[in-house]
């Protein structure tokens, strides 16, 4: 069965550390893969998103995502956090034959002072 | 391009009673997608329209919810005969036939059954 997992359900970090998100996936083929995230009450914004090319994508924020075909998965990084990175993120899966979006759990991130 | 936009943002409602709401996608996006999120969870796929034809429903949209999307512009999401399980986060989404654009979603109805 097709599923996308964020092992991580809730993960604290300090102000200025570095962030590493995981996300695994199980499809046929190399699907489109996004993360996004959504702050209390709010909808989602998209960080960025990987179809072909280069396995490591930027998005906005200062975050970026390293695809591996070998391990199905598309972790997301951030070098520095700040204190507005606290928000519940989602890494999303669309096969690509198929463009409806399935997305994992989430990760809950909280950033301490 | 003023995004995807969603109303209302909450609704309160009596067990029993019918809802609607509405999502007007980006204007050139021809793909319209509804979600539903519930506490802790990931969006969970409702339905999907490419222009005005609806043309995927999950299992999980019962008989008592219904969507359409006239004209292929805005869409609604009806829920009849309202549950306590409803209560939810309702999420609409669009892009264009492909998703290299990515998908665009809306700040969401939060809907809440009593």
């Known amino acids: ?113 | 391009d003023t995004g995807v936009s969603q109303n209302p943002r909450h609704k309160i409602t009596k067990r029993g009673q019918n809802v609607t709401f509405r999502c007007d996608p980006i204007s050139e996006h021809n793909r319209l997608y509804w979600y539903r999120q519930t506490l802790g969870q990931g969006p969970e796929f409702l339905t999907y329209f490419q222009n005005e034809a609806q043309l995927e429903k999950s299992r999980l949209l019962s008989d008592r919810f219904s969507a359409e999307r006239p004209k292929g512009s805005f869409s609604t999401l009806e829920i009849q005969r309202t549950e306590q399980g409803d209560s939810a986060m309702y999420l609409c989404a669009s892009n264009e036939n492909s998703p290299e654009g990515g998908y665009t979603f809306g700040s969401g109805t939060r809907l809440t059954v009593v």
């Open chain 1, 1 to 113: 069965a097709q599923s996308v997992t964020q092992p991580d359900i809730h993960i604290t970090v300090s102000e200025g550390a570095s962030l590493e998100l995981r996300c695994n996936y199980s499809y046929g083929a190399t699907p489109y893969l996004f993360w996004y995230v959504q702050s209390p009450g709010q909808g989602l914004q998209l960080l960025l998103k990987y179809f072909s090319g280069d396995t490591l994508v930027q998005g906005i924020k200062g975050f970026e995502a390293e695809f591996k075909r070998s391990q199905s998965s598309f972790n997301l990084r951030k070098p520095s956090v700040h204190w507005s990175d606290a928000a519940e993120y989602f890494c999303a899966v669309a096969p690509s034959n198929d463009y409806k979006l399935s997305f994992g759990a989430g990760t809950t991130v909280t950033v301490r002072a």
